[in-house]
């Protein structure tokens, strides 16, 4: 797949010599914002992503100075609760969260409400020290609306989200980073390589292991010990059934490179 057209409000590019799918929303001038277009094209980017079989993870990042400083108020002025209702935003966030493949944020400059919301449907978060998170929407008479409270608050708890969302503050990377919120520190301007080279790494190792992992994270996250204990118990025990474990354990054995194929 080529790059799409500068002129897309979301380019996306896939990158299958490294396996690698990158999506960037494309709004520099508003400086990402993310309107009801933005929702759908990401999604679609990455539905496409999580069937292309070259595709063995994704970055999504925002080009410019941002990520996405929040949701497009604009569309918002008119908007009524039935039509909010009828927009069913969450169908496109959903594609985000369920992906099976590992989704890398890259965030430089703003990630806020709706930017914020997006980076945290991430698996894995890449920010800038110059990056400045935030939940800004009850300064608008509104409140986050797409995991800005359920997500931060199992990403940071209870008090620091509270905190954040109650007072719409936005709270630098670092600070973020020490809460859990940030997987990695970057140097400004270098969050989307950083982001890009993890992306490379782990599409090196073997898919079907990968997309276990994932699975037995997310999923195990808010389930009773036991129950998640015994998803990951599963999944350690379907592996061993595949091309990639026997490759994986002949390649130790014989001191040489692995190469995963994804079966």
Not at 210 to 230: C, H, M, S, W
């Amino acid at each position: 797949m080529r790059p799409a057209s500068d002129q897309s409000l979301v380019v996306v590019e896939s990158r299958p010599f490294d396996n690698v799918g990158l999506v960037e929303i494309n709004r520099p001038e508003v400086r990402n914002a993310i309107n009801l277009e933005v929702r759908e094209k990401l999604a679609a980017a990455v539905a496409s992503f999580s069937d292309d079989a070259e595709i063995r993870s994704i970055v999504i990042a925002g080009r410019g100075p941002n990520f996405a400083a929040g949701a497009d108020v604009r569309a918002f002025e008119k908007l009524g609760s039935a039509d909010v209702l009828l927009q069913r935003t969450h169908r496109y966030w959903d594609v985000i969260a369920k992906c099976p493949k590992p989704v890398i944020a890259a965030v430089e400059g703003f990630a806020l409400g709706g930017g914020c919301e997006l980076a945290m449907h991430a698996d894995i978060i890449v920010a800038a020290r110059t990056a400045t998170f935030g939940q800004p929407e009850v300064k608008l008479g509104l409140m986050p609306g797409a995991g800005g409270t359920q997500r931060l608050l199992r990403a940071i708890g209870k008090y620091k989200t509270l905190m954040l969302v109650l007072t719409g503050d936005m709270f630098p990377a670092e600070d973020a980073e020490r809460a859990g919120l940030v997987s990695m520190l970057t140097d400004e301007g270098d969050a989307l390589r950083q982001a890009l080279q993890i992306a490379q790494k782990i599409s090196r190792l073997p898919p079907l292991a990968v997309e276990q992992i994932k699975e037995a994270v997310v999923n195990g996250e808010d389930a009773p010990l036991e129950t998640a204990l015994r998803l990951e118990r599963k999944a350690f025990q379907l592996l061993f059934d595949t091309a990639d474990k026997r490759e994986g354990i002949a390649a130790f054995l014989e001191k040489r490179k692995a190469s995963f194929t994804g079966r």
